[in-house]
């Protein structure tokens, strides 16, 4: 390779899980390109690890335009939907106007929440620069947390063509 590319980091692998009996289900991702601007970045012009949990906010406002599941729409539905778990894996230093894309790919659950991970990665040249996993539940208006699915969110995975009746919570 040559000097000046940094390899791909070697991730863990996982025994793959039994898959037999899940239903096959349909993918749903969505992008974001963003350039990295000067406030976003420290004294040393990388990316201030502050700044990830906003690019995982635009790739979520994203993949909502996309596919119908925008903020307000879940609010005009009488359920909010806050983050209760949010993890990031720094794999690469992103520097300042580096040119950037946050990929957003759904991850269906038989739980009543909505679970996404992300991956940042060079416009140029494709490296993976970082990886990321978010979790929301559902509340009601009263703040009071959902255990069950409401009925809108799963009007909408049908029409995606998930259902999730057969997947691990």
Known sequence: PSPNKIAEPVLPSFPPLPMSDLPSLPELRASHPFDVR??????????????????FEDAREAFGARYGLEYMTI???????????????????IR????????????PTASAKIVFDYEIRAVEDENLLATGHSVQAFMD?????????????V???????????????
């Open 155 to 169: 009007r909408w995975e049908e029409r995606w063509g998930i259902f999730t009746d057969r997947l691990p919570l």
């Open 141 to 153: 208006r009263d703040y009071n947390l959902l255990w069950y699915k409401p009925e809108f969110f």
């Open 75 to 93: 609010a005009r539905e009488g359920c909010y939907v806050p983050l209760v778990e949010l993890t990031f894996r720094y794999l690469r230093p």
């Open 96 to 107: 300042y106007e580096t040119k950037c894309r946050v990929d957003i790919i759904y991850r």
């Open 38 to 55: 000067f406030s976003e970045v420290d004294a040393m012009q990388i990316v201030w690890h502050g700044a990830y949990p906003l690019y």
